[in-house]
């Protein structure tokens, strides 16, 4: 396991060993992550990225927080997943808006993403996610050695690497993404 320097005051274990701390579509999915994936368990109650960090003295800069963004062309709805760092926002009214081609997009409505992921709100992730959606790396997230990302629930969250991440099935690392 690695020696993860950004789990605070946390002790991350492999996420492998604990497939029933993660959403479902996760734990189908970990598989497909190159390199080591800790995770570490939290007070649901604490998911939210800034208590989180607090809580558990993680840095702010090391959280990755992954957005559901829709739009819609010619009838069809389009979903794309976004990952930023925390300490940034995704653009969502440019840079996402042009890669799905799609007049406006926008957040994905909350039931809407829960229902599509199989993920609880505030735990959604880029790992598992539907294998015909974009996700869409900012190149910051891209370049972190260690990233907390969700886990799928409330009750846990993932360690990875940026590269493990931009190395998922559909990621496509852009810069400019975050502001």
Not at 14 to 21: E, K, S, Y
Not at 76 to 99: C, M
Not at 128 to 157: F, N, Q, T, Y
Request: hydrophobic share 45%; net charge negative.
């Amino acid at each position: 396991m690695s020696s993860w320097t950004i789990a605070g005051t946390l002790t991350p274990v492999p996420a492998a060993d604990h497939p029933d701390l993660v959403a479902e579509p996760v734990a189908k999915a970990l598989s497909s992550l190159e390199g080591p994936v800790g995770l570490v368990e939290i007070d649901p109650n604490l998911a939210d990225t800034a208590e989180f960090c607090e809580a558990y003295s993680s840095p702010l800069a090391a959280s990755a927080n992954c957005v559901v963004v829709s739009g819609k062309r010619a009838g069809e709805v389009r979903y794309a997943a976004a990952l930023v760092l925390a300490t940034t926002r995704a653009d969502v009214n440019n840079v996402i808006r042009r890669r799905l081609d799609v007049r406006k997009a926008s957040f994905a409505p909350m039931d809407e993403a829960v229902a599509l992921t199989g993920m609880a709100y505030g735990g959604i992730t880029p790992v598992g996610l539907p294998s015909d959606w974009p996700i869409l790396i900012d190149s910051a997230v891209a370049a972190s050695p260690e990233l907390i990302i969700g886990s799928g629930i409330r009750g846990s969250k993932l360690l990875v690497t940026g590269s493990a991440l931009a190395a998922l099935p559909g990621a496509e690392v852009i810069d400019g993404l975050a502001r």
